[in-house]
């Protein structure tokens, strides 16, 4: 256990549904990031924040996509009108500022878009 | 971008040898190279990293290997354990650019030690 949680593990849904993972971070930690991760493949970025401030978004990342972290503590990424190419595992990480500093991953919240 | 190419996809090996998974990278302004396992139902968790300052660095049974000039760094496990499976990646983050913070994510490299 990395000290990152997310929530749920599982999404089961209908395509055209909207859902939204929850991510909470370790707690000291002021950057946290999202990925996106399909079978067979590596993470692939799609935002991260610093404190609150959205700083970077990939262009993987679509207008039907949306990512907060209002206080700065916990964030929550927004999928509207599902697609079935949305299904894969969704990471969350989290980090110190720097350069260097490791990126400490959650479990992730599978997601199936029937 | 950064992309990183990520070899072999999958290497089996007899519990005891030596496990090598290469990677290359294709932006010089990369200088920091995380390697992450990732074991079924969970998410990906760092056991070594190096930054392009440093061309070696060693953590008990696994060590990572840099060359920048060739743009490609190594990871070796040596005496592997039936509890090393699992799958392997290696990224590259950028030490500039609008893109700082991201890493760069190779395909993954599926690991069996076969006891």
């Known amino acids: 256990d990395t000290g990152v949680s997310q929530n749920p593990r599982h999404k089961i849904t209908k395509r055209g549904q909207n859902v939204t993972f929850r991510c909470d971070p370790i707690?000291?930690?002021?950057?946290l990031y999202w990925y996106r991760q399909t079978l067979g493949q590596g993470p692939e970025f799609l935002t991260y924040?610093?404190?609150?401030?959205?700083?970077?978004k990939s262009r993987l990342l679509s207008d039907r996509f949306s990512a907060e972290r209002p206080k700065g503590s916990f964030s929550t990424l927004e999928i509207q009108r599902t697609e079935q190419g949305d299904s894969a595992m969704y990471l969350c990480?989290?980090?110190?500022?720097?350069?260097?500093?490791?990126?400490?991953f959650g479990p992730g919240t599978r997601l199936t878009v029937l | 971008g950064e992309n990183v190419e990520q070899h072999p996809s999958t290497l089996s090996v007899q519990e005891g040898d030596s496990a090598v998974i290469k990677c290359t990278y294709s932006?010089?302004?990369?200088?920091?190279f995380p390697w992450y396992k990732q074991e079924l139902g969970k998410g990906p968790q760092l056991i070594i990293d190096?930054?392009?300052?440093?061309g070696e660095k060693k953590d008990q049974r696994i060590a990572v290997t840099l060359n920048k000039t060739a743009k490609h760094f190594s990871l070796h496990i040596t005496e592997t354990q039936p509890e090393d499976s699992a799958v392997y990646f290696c990224?590259?983050?950028?030490?500039?650019?609008?893109?700082?913070?991201?890493?760069?994510f190779g395909r993954g490299t599926q690991l069996t030690v076969w006891p």
């Open positions: 707690s000291e930690h002021n950057r």
């Open positions: 924040f610093q404190n609150e401030a959205q700083l970077e």
């Open positions: 190096i930054r392009s300052n440093v």
């Open positions: 932006d010089s302004a990369s200088n920091y």
């Open positions: 990224a590259a983050r950028l030490e500039r650019g609008s893109t700082l913070g991201r890493l760069y």
């Open positions: 990480a989290s980090s110190l500022t720097g350069n260097y500093n490791e990126q400490f």
